[in-house]
């Protein structure tokens, strides 16, 4: 099976996402369907030489590492047709891909939806700013459009620190350096150490992982540098609960440095919608007074009462976002309470 020619059809269809499991037919995801490539079913063998057709894209890889961890993470572009992030894994004792098309070109933040008040957040000097969200929500997106927006707007240093790279910044204003885990850097830690003696005004860290990356996060923020980074959260209260239940021990002090270098939280989800279409949206807690004080003092439950008395200083809660796109005829009442942090709430509302 020629691998190219299908990444060629994949960008043609406008699929996200590409799967090569043994058993089943090659498949695209196009909007929220799965898509027959092939009518036959791939064999072991035929998964097996595709990966190592995907290894031969990425020189920098290497497929032994694969071989021994039985997974592996990398991305790769192709000249004239585009950008993909690969995951490898291993199941039913065969090999398998799944990978993400990602554009050459940066996306428009117009196109996506993203609120002016997120993009606004690119002014900010110092602290941290998380966008939280499942996988494949669009959190990486929205990260991009505040670099980009950053680099056209300030003179500074800012340096990503991802796994895998997945959109490609030009100089433009500011200098941008994009290193690779495990290609460019051995780890987040390593990197995001490494940072800090590099000039950077901003730092964007892809994911944070582990109490140790976290922390020297946070004490990054203290120090002057403006931190973005990534949680598999959705909520503003539920990304505040899980930082600080990484610490056991010392969730005090957490609490305190949080509550003085926490900026903003962006929780986004991309909803279905009436005509199959996948709408983005976000909640916004912009931090106040009244939030640093509620983080500090464990009061983190009052924080939804704050960001609703809020709202015309541009804070949005999820469920509000929502209840918006139902009230527009955009969404079902079904889809509203699945997707809603509230479901209960959200029945009596659409009812």
Same mark, same amino acid.
């Given at each position: 099976?020629?691998? #190219?020619?299908i990444? @060629?059809?994949?960008? =043609?269809?406008n699929? &996200?996402?590409i799967?090569?499991?043994?058993g089943s037919?090659?498949?695209?995801?196009v909007?929220?369907?799965?898509?027959? #490539?092939?009518?036959?079913?791939?064999?072991?063998n035929?998964?097996?030489?595709?990966v190592?057709?995907?290894?031969?894209?990425?020189?920098?890889?290497s497929?032994?590492?694969? #071989?021994?961890?039985?997974e592996d993470d990398? &991305?790769?572009?192709?000249?004239?047709?585009?950008?993909?992030r690969?995951? *490898?894994?291993?199941?039913r004792?065969?090999?398998?891909a799944?990978?993400?098309?990602?554009?050459? =070109?940066l996306?428009?933040p117009e196109?996506?939806?993203?609120p002016?008040? #997120?993009?606004?957040l690119?002014d900010r000097?110092?602290?941290?700013i998380l966008? &939280?969200?499942?996988a494949g929500s669009g959190k990486? !997106?929205t990260?991009a459009?505040l670099?980009?927006?950053?680099n056209e +707007?300030?003179?500074? %240093?800012?340096? !990503?620190i991802?796994d895998p790279?997945e959109?490609? %910044?030009s100089h @433009?204003?500011?200098i941008v350096s994009?290193?690779?885990?495990y290609?460019?850097?051995?780890s987040y830690?390593?990197?995001?150490k490494s940072?800090?003696?590099?000039a950077?005004?901003?730092? $964007? $860290?892809?994911?944070m992982? =582990?109490?140790?990356?976290?922390?020297?996060?946070?004490?990054a923020?203290?120090?002057? %540098?403006?931190?973005?980074?990534?949680?598999? +959260?959705?909520?503003? *209260?539920n990304?505040?609960?899980?930082?600080? =239940?990484?610490?056991q021990?010392?969730?005090?002090q957490v609490? &305190?440095?949080?509550?003085?270098?926490?900026?903003?939280i962006?929780?986004?989800?991309l909803?279905?919608? @009436?005509?199959?279409?996948?709408?983005?949206?976000?909640e916004?807690?912009?931090?106040?007074?009244?939030?640093?004080?509620?983080i500090r003092?464990?009061?983190?439950h009052?924080?939804e009462?704050t960001?609703i008395?809020?709202?015309?200083?541009?804070m949005?809660?999820m469920d509000d976002a929502?209840?918006?796109?139902?009230?527009?005829? @955009?969404? +079902?009442?079904?889809i509203? *309470?699945?997707?809603?942090?509230?479901?209960?709430?959200?029945? !009596?509302?659409?009812?």
């Amino acid at each position: 099976m020629e691998v #190219v020619e299908i990444l @060629k059809k994949a960008i =043609d269809q406008n699929a &996200s996402d590409i799967f090569f499991v043994a058993g089943s037919p090659c498949m695209f995801k196009v909007g929220q369907q799965l898509v027959k #490539v092939t009518q036959e079913k791939m064999m072991p063998n035929d998964t097996k030489d595709i990966v190592q057709q995907l290894y031969g894209f990425a020189p920098y890889c290497s497929y032994e590492n694969f #071989v021994a961890n039985g997974e592996d993470d990398f &991305s790769f572009s192709l000249s004239q047709i585009g950008r993909f992030r690969v995951n *490898v894994y291993r199941q039913r004792n065969s090999e398998a891909a799944v990978l993400r098309v990602v554009n050459f =070109d940066l996306p428009n933040p117009e196109d996506l939806n993203i609120p002016e008040s #997120v993009l606004n957040l690119s002014d900010r000097r110092k602290g941290i700013i998380l966008v &939280s969200g499942p996988a494949g929500s669009g959190k990486s !997106t929205t990260l991009a459009c505040l670099i980009d927006r950053m680099n056209e +707007t300030r003179s500074c %240093h800012i340096i !990503t620190i991802e796994d895998p790279i997945e959109f490609l %910044h030009s100089h @433009k204003k500011s200098i941008v350096s994009q290193r690779e885990v495990y290609h460019d850097t051995a780890s987040y830690l390593n990197a995001l150490k490494s940072a800090l003696r590099e000039a950077p005004e901003v730092i $964007l $860290l892809g994911e944070m992982r =582990d109490e140790e990356t976290v922390s020297t996060a946070l004490s990054a923020a203290e120090t002057g %540098h403006l931190i973005l980074s990534t949680l598999h +959260t959705v909520g503003a *209260v539920n990304t505040i609960d899980r930082i600080i =239940d990484m610490f056991q021990g010392h969730q005090d002090q957490v609490r &305190s440095q949080l509550s003085m270098i926490l900026e903003a939280i962006i929780s986004e989800q991309l909803i279905p919608g @009436k005509d199959g279409e996948l709408i983005p949206v976000f909640e916004i807690m912009l931090v106040n007074p009244a939030i640093r004080s509620q983080i500090r003092e464990n009061k983190i439950h009052q924080i939804e009462n704050t960001m609703i008395s809020n709202r015309q200083n541009g804070m949005v809660m999820m469920d509000d976002a929502i209840y918006d796109l139902y009230q527009q005829g @955009k969404i +079902t009442k079904d889809i509203a *309470v699945q997707y809603s942090l509230h479901p209960d709430r959200m029945k !009596t509302r659409v009812q």
